[in-house]
């Protein structure tokens, strides 16, 4: 996801802003691990599932408490959560009240590839005690492409995706370009070989494909329309029968040198075959930046679109969906989106002919937002790299109530007294590093992962609970002094290359701006409009930049 990005690498400050007054926020979870979005269950019992990149899928019951207690739900053992891969969405079926079917995209180890697959619930007791059955996966896709593209500093990017039912009950899938953009203008390779690069999936829940799909005649039969740079978020607002895909845009910085735009593309079920413009079009289809690649003839004009003004100004688009509350409300019928760069939120008037009003009014701040979503509750739930879970309370809506209590257990005879308590072991030495399969390789700092065996964060060596490789992957290199006002860094023989442009320890606080690196460590880093400091910024260099 995330423009050459910035995806979860960065620890970010941001400004303070206001709320309109008539909303209240709440945040019902933290240090979840790197959540990719939630969804409110369609059968009135106020749950919801909350998914992580690493696989891990939260169950919690929602009341007007301003905290939820999680479980786990389902955890994938198969899960590729390199750069921007892994677990990108679950949706619910539209029938779930009595199919109790789910689906959920995702990159898959073996065959390794971007899969859509459906899964049961099992109901048990209810409540929290629910669970996802894993043991169930039915295949639906699996990319035949595997995983390709280009290695950043951060893994592989532009893989999409969001799941949405279209007006047809068909299953709708926004992908990427896999950073081989050469294969989306013909989707296929140098060879003639179809690729699904860039494409619109859309297909029956069964796992069989339309007929009257573009693809069908191109080699890629799950190919509805095409043309996407990174289809990150996108959604079906039903009561319009209109499809809002968030395209995230190009990278001004290397490798890339792209002009770029972030757009919002509207699409109805005629739209079977259209051409999203991607590499030759970013913004609107007469933009002068691309006057000799793209035509309004063929392209998609974008509904919205904002452009990278500098490189201080870049962009990030999280898309995004209308808003449709049962009450009414002065956000009703608006669209929802937000910017993981710019760490922002905004609505968009939607005007009588269908338009956009103009680009967005600012709605909040929200630090590594990674998706927004309307609950059945009518409230809005937006979840964020750093495992944050945040509820909008909307005005006309109701916080739900919490469920009822458990009847007491039966009374019973008092026990006898306990024997007398043994003298306590000695203590155990601390625990060695955790066997697993799971590497820390291009996951370093993205917070505690409950659910996983071991650990990459920074406090795993305080937990005894780093995995095997940590010191390999995420260890810096240095050895540090420390004194009460100053910390002086030496380099050890470091690597040059991704890993060291990482870390504020190895390029050195006040290091001139570079724009090869995902991350940077000099004075304006932590600007509004930049927010790009490296993860250890805050740490070594907030108070000694110049």
Not at 6 to 34: C, E, R, Y
Not at 278 to 300: K, L, M, R, V
Request: proline share 10%; charged share 15%.
């Amino acid at each position: 996801m995330f423009a050459h990005a910035k995806w979860l690498l960065m620890t970010i400050v941001v400004s303070v802003f206001a709320l309109p007054s008539d909303v209240s926020k709440q945040t019902l979870t933290t240090n979840l691990g790197v959540l990719t979005g939630t969804r409110t269950f369609p059968d009135g019992s106020n749950r919801l599932l909350a998914f992580t990149q690493h696989g891990t899928i939260y169950i919690g019951q929602l009341s007007s408490s301003s905290s939820l207690p999680v479980e786990v739900y389902m955890s994938f053992n198969n899960v590729d959560a390199g750069g921007e891969k892994g677990l990108m969405d679950c949706i619910f079926d539209p029938n779930f009240s009595s199919n109790n079917k789910f689906y959920c995209y995702y990159a898959s180890t073996s065959p390794n590839g971007m899969r859509v697959a459906k899964f049961s619930h099992n109901e048990n007791s209810g409540g929290t005690k629910s669970r996802g059955d894993k043991s169930s996966e039915q295949v639906l896709f699996q990319d035949p492409d595997g995983i390709t593209g280009q290695n950043y500093a951060f893994g592989t990017v532009h893989y999409g995706g969001q799941l949405s039912f279209g007006p047809d009950d068909k299953i709708y899938v926004t992908m990427g370009d896999k950073s081989v953009r050469d294969y989306v203008k013909t989707n296929s390779d140098g060879n003639g070989s179809p690729k699904y690069h860039g494409c619109v999936l859309r297909m029956n829940k069964d796992g069989t494909y339309p007929s009257d799909n573009w693809g069908q005649s191109k080699g890629i039969p799950a190919c509805w329309a095409h043309g996407l740079r990174n289809g990150y978020r996108s959604s079906w607002d039903l009561p319009s029968g209109r499809y809002f895909i968030a395209e995230v845009g190009g990278n001004m910085f290397a490798p890339d040198f792209d002009k770029p735009w972030e757009d919002v593309h509207v699409l109805t079920t005629s739209s079977n075959g259209q051409d999203l413009g991607w590499p030759s079009c970013e913004g609107p289809c007469d933009n002068a930046d691309f006057s000799s690649t793209c035509s309004c003839n063929q392209h998609d004009d974008p509904w919205l679109s904002y452009k990278h003004t500098s490189f201080n100004n870049r962009g990030c688009i999280v898309g995004g969906f209308v808003y449709r509350p049962n009450g009414q409300n002065n956000y009703k019928t608006q669209y929802m989106y937000g910017d993981y760069v710019r760490n922002e939120v905004y609505w968009v008037e939607i005007k009588s002919n269908g338009k956009a009003k103009n680009n967005g009014v600012k709605f909040d701040n929200v630090q590594g937002l990674s998706s927004l979503s309307q609950g059945h509750d009518d409230h809005i739930y937006v979840t964020t790299s750093s495992g944050q879970l945040i509820r909008y309370v909307m005005p006309g809506a109701s916080a739900p109530s919490p469920p009822p209590p458990s009847p007491p257990p039966p009374p019973s005879p008092s026990p006898s007294p306990p024997p007398p308590s043994p003298s306590p072991p000695p203590p155990s030495p601390p625990p060695s590093p955790p066997s697993s399969g799971k590497t820390c390789k291009n996951v370093c700092d993205f917070g505690y992962a409950p659910a996983d065996p071991c650990q990459c964060d920074e406090h795993c060596a305080d937990n005894f609970d780093c995995c095997s490789d940590y010191e390999k992957w995420c260890g810096d290199g240095t050895t540090t002094t420390t004194t009460t006002s100053t910390t002086t860094t030496t380099d050890t023989d470091f690597p040059p290359g991704p890993e060291a442009w990482t870390r504020c320890a190895h390029k050195t606080c006040n290091a001139p701006f570079n724009p090869l690196h995902p991350c940077q460590c000099d004075s304006k880093c932590n600007m509004p409009g930049n927010m790009d400091c490296c993860p250890d910024y805050f740490d070594l260099c907030l108070n000694n930049v110049e």
